[in-house]
């Protein structure tokens, strides 16, 4: 991962001259900032770990596996949202974890943790450093020092039973790591969210991830049979069977714990046959709520599509636009929704013909495959168009959400109008664009990207604007998160998500499995 962007360097692509003058007509924008400076020039606050404590962490993990460099410390300074990228760009002194120790068993991180304890240093996971709600901030607070426990090491597939269609998977392994291992014995996890090149299985777990594939393969949480975790009480092996009457379900507590109770190690996930086949159709609907209305009739009389998405008249129109511009594949006008059919042949054209005939009678008309495959050829790519976007002074960033179908279209409304009015208070010319991500029989998630012209300090710019939305998400009745997870941005509207008591029973976990506070510090639990 680049330490200032997304991804890939070779990957990332400037705007073309064409979309630079789209910019310029939709946003009134078009400087580039060229003053970005390079890692090299980058300015670090000097690590405050005590040389005592190197020693000490060294002797546990090795001498190559802890680093208090600023070239190992630079790449762990925070996530991928966009102020995390803004921040990166400044030359003010920065924030970044005091040192990095990659630990390689259970031991080590059980004595790493229990060293930190003693010396009041803060710890944060690190798997693939892709969180965009400062998931992975090195939040010092009143600790004497943050470390970045990275997990890369843990990175085996541990155990297939083939028979119960389980893995065990190293918390290190990133998305294609995982998919090449089980491919190998013919099988597949089949989460793709679009952090899936960089996230890694740990994350994916501690997060509450959602992949692309959601429809047809659940959301991470779904998958999830047992894990292990280590916490500085000690270590947890959790999910003996299927299913359980045996009390509360402890494996909740640590899904979607975001490093606060404890370090995931590894995960026992459902995993299912390479699919023999795939079949794309791309369908385009008059408008959202025709839309929104034929994906909630194919998901309650489940006709079985892997991939089910739509994408408002905006979001359409903006990507129609760009297409011209750069002279690829068109859509149609109006709302373009996406369908991906995986499995054996049979069972593939059994659920295709059945959602065809449901988007048909709901108003649908069939673009064919090619739009579809153009969106699976290019799903992973976005960021990298956000990074572009950032450098020709735009303002680009997502937010989402999640509620019941009868809610969405008012909470729709809600956040586009406080993320609008938010943004032209400041005199920003702005676009809000949005896609229903995820659908379940109840209820869909709501993805939205907002483009803007980047006005004074475009951190302060965003922030306000994301407070407004966050706030009408709470007053509209959505969930503050539906997969992007809490960290630091979303925590100070827990309160109002889980209700008090819900807090106080966060905070008593916690005290009982992290006595000292270590673990992720001003993350989850306000």
Known sequence: MSWDAWGDPALAKPLSDDIRALLEQLLGVSAADGSAPTADEVVLRPSALPEQDLSALAAIVGEWNVSAADADRLPRAGG????????????????????????????????????????????????????????????????TAVLSLDLRRFDALLDLDEVSGEAVLGAGLTGPQAEQLLAARGFELGHYPQSFRYATIGGFAATRSSGQNSAGHGRFDDMVRGLRVVTPAGALDLGRAPASAAGPDLRQLFIGSEGTLGVITAVRLRVHPLPAVKVHEAWSFPDFATGAAALRAVEQQGTGPTVLRLSDEIETGVNLAMAEKIGGDQVAAGCLAVTVFEGTEEQTAARHERTRAVLLAAGGTSLGAEPARAWE??????????????????????????????????????????????????????????????????????????????????????????????????????????????????????????????????????????????????????
């Open 80 to 143: 991928k949202s966009t102020p995390d990228l803004l921040r990166r760009r400044s030359r003010e002194p920065q924030d970044a974890p005091d040192a990095v120790v990659l630990p390689g068993t259970e031991e080590e991180i059980a004595a790493v943790l229990a060293h930190c304890s003693r010396r009041r240093i803060a710890v944060v996971p690190f798997g693939g450093g892709t969180s965009v709600v400062g998931g992975v901030d090195p939040i010092r607070g009143a600790f």
């Open 377 to 526: 050829h290019g799903r992973f790519n976005a960021p990298y168009l956000r990074d572009a976007l950032l450098d020709c002074g735009a303002l680009c960033e997502t937010l989402e959400t999640a509620t019941d179908w009868s809610n969405l279209d008012a909470l729709k409304t809600a956040v586009t109008s406080a993320l609008q009015s938010t943004l032209q208070e400041g005199g920003s010319s702005s676009l809000v664009m949005c896609h229903i991500s995820h659908v379940y029989p109840t209820g869909a998630s709501l993805y939205f990207t907002v483009l803007g012209a980047q006005q004074g300090d475009p951190i302060t710019q965003w922030a306000a604007a994301k407070t407004a939305a966050c706030d009408a998400i709470m007053a509209a009745g959505g969930t503050i998160t539906h997969h992007h997870a809490v960290g630091a941005d979303h925590r100070p509207w827990m309160s109002q998500e889980i209700g008090d008591l819900g807090v106080s029973i966060l905070r008593a976990v916690k005290d009982a499995v992290d006595p000292a506070g270590i673990l992720n510090p001003g993350k989850l639990i306000p």
